[in-house]
Structure formats: structure tokens, C-alpha cells
């Protein structure tokens, strides 16, 4: 089975600022059985992009289930493959004149810094990137405690207070906010920044909002998950 995908709607537009997406979806929060997403709020799980696109078919939901399955009952086979592709991907991007990148969270919230830490030596010139949803991983990425290849993008819940937000942004992080209908410019006084241009985090500045639309199943959300701009 294969475990990285070229991308989704979103990743794809990278592809006009010469880069690729390789994600791993796997099956979100608790759906396969065992979490991965130990921080997810009920606004996030009930939004998750999961069901967005291709996820709407049950044959990509059973094979997000199998890949969760095979990760939590046979690590070493799962990475092994997993590294495999990562090479293989790369040598794909660069026969099209495309730059790599590598989001291995497009559903789920897991800390690969952990998981994995050797992989990411292993692939220095790589970039990786990902949101969570973890403050204190979070906050270990801004004591620049992560591996220098890992970019992350800390990710706003309903439960999420202000004041982190702005604690955050001031520390030079940067925050994702799902906001309904628009984008404002600023959102409690904070630059907001359009994240739906394309999903090149790491091309961000730091200290800013990353301000994306509700799609999907977050247009209906009562929980606060999304906010009114
Ligand atoms: S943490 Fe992210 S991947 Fe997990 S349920 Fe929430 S939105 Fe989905």
C-alpha cells in the first residue's frame, strides 16, 4: 500500500511556486480505533477536512483506516515504506522541475519529530511542515527544539484562549484561524494572512494569522471553531 499522496486541492496550488506536496492522510482522531489527534476539539473533529474531496469515498476512508492500523501495529514496516517513498517522491518532483515538501499530518495531529527524529537527519535538504493543534509542542518548535527542517503552523480550536493566540504571534509564531464567509485583514489586531492561497506554510512570515475560509462540514460549525471575521 501506498502510504504519500501528491497532494489535494489545496497542496496542488504549490505547484505555481515550484513546489510539490507529498501528504500522508491518515485516518483522523479516533475513527481507525487508536487517536491521532490527542488535542482535537469537537468544533475540529465534527470540520475536519477528512471527508473534503476524494476523503467523501469509502474506499479512501478504508485505506486511511488501514494505513492508521498498519502505523500503530507494525511501526517499523510503516516508517521503512514511508522513507522509501519519501525518496522515491523526491526523485519524481525533481524529474518535473518541482521542489519537494512533505506534510505527513493532512489528518491527523502526530509528533514525527518523535516518531521518527533519525528521518529527518537523514533528510536535511527536505523541508516538512505541518499544523497542530499541541501547544506544547508548539512551543518546543518555537524554542527551535524541532528539527530545523520541520516547519509548524499551531492550529486554533474553540478552545483555544485569545490571549494564546496572542502570546503565540508575539513569540513569532504563527496561528491558523478558520474564519466564516471572508478573510479580514487584521484579526485582534494581528495580520492576517490568506492561507487558502496555497498551503506553503513555511513560506509564511512569522507572528501572523493564517486565515482560512470555512469549507465543507465547518460551515454548519456551532461550536466556535470558526469565527466570525
Ligand atoms: S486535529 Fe486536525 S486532523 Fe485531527 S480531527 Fe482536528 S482538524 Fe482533523
Known sequence: MKLLNAGNNKTVKGEKWGWRTYGLHLAPYNLSGKNVCSHASIGCAEACLNTAGRGIMHTVQKARIKKTKWFFE????????????????TKSAIKNNLTPCFRLNLTSDLAWEKIMPLQFILFPHLQFYDYTKIKKRYERYLDGELPSNYHLTYSRSETTPDKEVHDLCGRGGNVAVVFKDYLPATWQGIRVVDGDINDLRFQDPSGIIVGLKAKGLATKDKTGFVVEP
Open 74 to 89: 507494525e511501526r517499523d514496516s510503516f516508517l521503512k515504506q514511508l522513507v522509501k517513498e519519501i525518496k522515491s517522491r
